[in-house]
């Protein structure tokens, strides 16, 4: 008896739970977890389609400034996401980690209500086209300052969320537990839907209608909620101890190669390299040899292991298992790196563009300007169902492709769709603007023009389709691509995918508008988009959208098949 208590409470530590955390966790942590996740994502998301319209009317930045801005600030979010994980995984634990972001993003969103609530917080000039300074250093700080805690915030909370709730319902040993972690997947994930769909609906409605005083004070109340609840749930919560992060183990393995770098390398003879002691892998792959020297057996590291055979020094010695994840990883960066120009967004300019366009719908009610990325969702939900339920059957029976078409396949079906989107901004963005000119808008951004905003869906359509094939392919090829042990590591992938679509957005806004104002020429990102050429800017990002097609092509002809499609020749070989 006392054998089996101990064996129990050795279960446990080995999982990072003590054996005081036996009766927390389960289902009642959950609306807590929830609330927490979904009310941040209400509140941030909700904040930032009409961006641009507070930074260019209240801040008088020029909208290429400020959409760089917020490229920039978006990119942040994402980038410190990866961050956020990272330290939660290897040195805090969840819980501190969510705690510190719940209350950053609190912070943030309070600072922003202030800059709104009052003038002095902000530069004052009679309009936004008057040669106006957009801020003193303080006040600009001020703005940067709120949004780089609301990043904070974000990178903190979104990566770690639902894998704390997950720890909640893996504590005790139950024949239901699979289904029970299934059903908090699924309501995690219906949750984030609604709130996505309320932040680009509900409070970019309030923003237009009654003001950014309550437009920016509804999101703080929302997180101070969300901060709150989360801290309430402290007596409940199991807290899964850090232990060990993939980055960690990437930085150790090129280390490890670096200091072996004057070795040779061995025969492929297994005796010679360390491995896992229950692992397949023997002997590292042929590709990459330069990082197979991480994996070399050196005796005076052999001699001092632990006991159940791990290395106890990783940064003098890895596995052949490290290595061959390193590697998995550097070679799915190529077809990685065709997604970045895809994910470039173009929502602060079709907010601006939305604004000048007649946005009645039915009666009275106005469609907000900042709500058009909801299209592009609700595009989104209604295909991929509709392409799992429908297209994938009718290619089983017709073209025998059970699983319907492949990673590959979708991925280039989606960069077409987004390329179809953008050539179609920039036929949409042209009528627009000639409109505003007839009008005689062309010196009034402001003035609705006698044009539906209607005109704008079928670029948001595209849009959505692109999305629904390519986002969904690329991270099941990731998953498809490696180790099984790493595939918690695929949406991290995509995230720094969308960080560094938001890094290139950036850059390419900053150089268009310096290259196509030089000689004191209207640039095509004017602040006044009805002088400006935002078609040409749409038209430049469909040519770069075909090069990158192009690019996509060789990159796939040179992977060639799947894995699985490998396995399945060897098979019938």
């Not at 507070?54 to 290429?64: E, G, K, N, S, V």
């Not at 990437?250 to 670096?258: D, E, L």
């Not at 992938?493 to 390419?508: H, K, M, P, Y």
């Not at 002088?531 to 959208?545: I, K, M, S």
């Amino acid at each position: 008896m006392m054998k089996s208590s101990d064996a129990a409470n050795e279960k446990l530590l080995e999982n990072g739970t003590s054996s005081s955390q036996i009766r927390k966790g389960g289902l009642r942590t959950m609306p807590f977890i929830i609330v927490n996740e979904c009310l941040e994502k209400v509140a941030s998301y909700g904040i930032m389609p009409n961006m641009i319209l507070y930074l260019r009317d209240d801040y008088l930045m020029p909208i290429a400034k400020g959409t760089s801005v917020i490229y920039t600030w978006t990119a942040a979010s994402d980038v410190l996401s990866l961050f956020g994980a990272f330290l939660s995984d290897s040195y805090l634990g969840r819980f501190l980690v969510i705690a510190i972001g719940s209350f950053s993003s609190l912070l943030g969103l309070t600072m922003l209500w202030l800059t709104a609530m009052f003038p002095d917080l902000k530069p004052s000039c009679e309009s936004y086209m008057l040669d106006c300074n957009s801020g003193t250093p303080a006040q600009q700080a001020l703005l940067f300052l709120s949004m780089g805690l609301i990043s904070i915030g974000a990178g903190c909370v979104r990566p770690c969320s639902i894998a704390f709730g997950a720890d909640q319902l893996n504590i005790k040993e139950r024949s239901n537990d699979e289904k029970l972690l299934d059903s908090y997947f699924n309501w995690y994930y219906t949750s984030i839907a609604i709130s996505t769909v309320i932040a680009l609906s509900v409070i970019v409605y309030i923003q237009e209608n009654l003001g950014w005083k309550i437009g920016f004070g509804l999101p703080a109340l929302l997180m101070f909620i969300s901060a709150v609840s989360f801290i309430l749930g402290l007596p409940f919560y199991v807290k899964v101890k850090p232990s060990h992060s993939l980055l960690t183990t990437f930085v150790q393995v090129a280390v490890v190669a670096v200091k072996n770098r004057k070795l040779s390398l061995p025969d492929s003879n297994f005796v010679q390299y360390y491995q896992d002691h229950d692992s397949e892998l023997m002997v590292p792959t042929d590709s990459l040899r330069c990082l197979n020297k991480a994996c070399i057996k050196i005796p005076e590291t052999v001699s001092i292991s632990n006991p159940d055979g791990s290395v106890s020094d990783p940064w003098s010695q890895c596995t052949v298992e490290q290595v061959e994840s390193l590697k998995s990883l550097l070679r799915i960066l190529p077809m990685w790196s065709t997604g970045v120009l895809m994910m470039v967004s173009q929502g602060s300019f079709s907010t601006l563009q939305a604004n000048t366009m007649d946005r009645r719908l039915f009666g009275n009610f106005k469609m907000p300007a900042g709500s058009f990325n909801l299209i592009m969702v609700l595009t989104l939900s209604i295909v991929i169902p509709l392409y799992d339920r429908i297209m994938v059957p009718l290619l089983a029976k017709y073209r025998g492709l059970p699983r319907g078409f492949g990673c590959k396949t979708r991925i280039g079906i989606g960069l077409l769709f987004v390329c179809s989107a953008k050539a179609t901004s920039a036929v949409v963005e042209t009528m627009r603007r000639n409109a505003a000119i007839e009008q005689g808008f062309e010196d009034q951004p402001n003035a609705v023009i006698d044009m539906s905003v209607l005109w704008l869906f079928p670029e948001f359509v595209l849009l959505g389709i692109g999305e629904a094939f390519n986002s969904v392919a690329q991270v099941e090829f990731f998953y498809t691509c490696i180790p099984k042990t790493m595939s918690s590591f695929a949406m991290a992938l995509f995230t720094l995918e969308l960080a560094a679509a938001n890094v290139v957005g950036s850059v390419l806004v900053s150089i268009v508008d310096k290259v196509t104002s030089v000689g004191g020429n209207e640039s095509w990102i004017a602040t006044n988009i009805n002088r400006g050429h935002l078609n040409y800017y749409y038209a430049l990002l469909t040519c770069l959208g075909l090069i990158n097609y192009l690019y996509f092509l060789a990159i796939s002809l040179a992977y060639g098949p799947p894995p699985g499609q490998k396995l399945e020749a060897r098979r019938e070989i």
